[in-house]
């Protein structure tokens, strides 16, 4: 039986109809490779413990806003479609990313993120530990 199994895939490879895809159907690429947030400060350390990986994916209206809050892990986000305008709350620190451009988020440095014009979509990854939240809110007057 193994050798009648091993003719007809032999029969089936040089038929066609089996056929390896060209080299370029993939298109792999490193979109963000860093240390450091995106305002500069370096990443320090992953938190200790068995590690947890989050994705959550983000739809923001035109205008919303997330509250100031802070991330107690390194995360990063990607940006689907339209604008997100990150802002720190020390120092005034401002970024604007659009459509495929990646975000190195703050680590455990309060900030904000504001949708533009048009509705924000982003995939944002987190390398926490099981039990840590994705973010810390911060009680401000602005």
Do not use: C
Request: aromatic share 6%.
């Amino acid at each position: 039986m193994f050798k009648r199994l091993s003719i007809v895939a032999v029969a089936a490879l040089t038929t066609g109809a089996v056929q390896a895809q060209p080299a370029s159907a993939i298109d792999s690429r490193i979109l963000s490779q860093t240390s450091r947030s995106w305002d500069g400060t370096p990443y320090t350390a992953y938190p200790t413990g068995v590690p947890e990986l989050t994705v959550r994916k983000v739809v923001m209206a035109p205008g919303a806003r997330f509250d100031w809050h802070s991330h107690p892990m390194p995360a990063a986000g990607y940006v689907l479609a339209g604008e997100l305008i990150v802002e720190a709350l020390e120092g005034g620190k401002t970024i604007t990313l659009t459509a495929g451009q990646v975000l190195p988020e703050m680590n455990n440095i309060v900030h904000r993120g504001t949708s533009g014009a048009t509705t924000t979509e982003l995939i944002v990854f987190y390398a926490g530990t099981p039990g840590m939240p994705l973010a810390v809110d911060h009680d401000t007057k602005n």
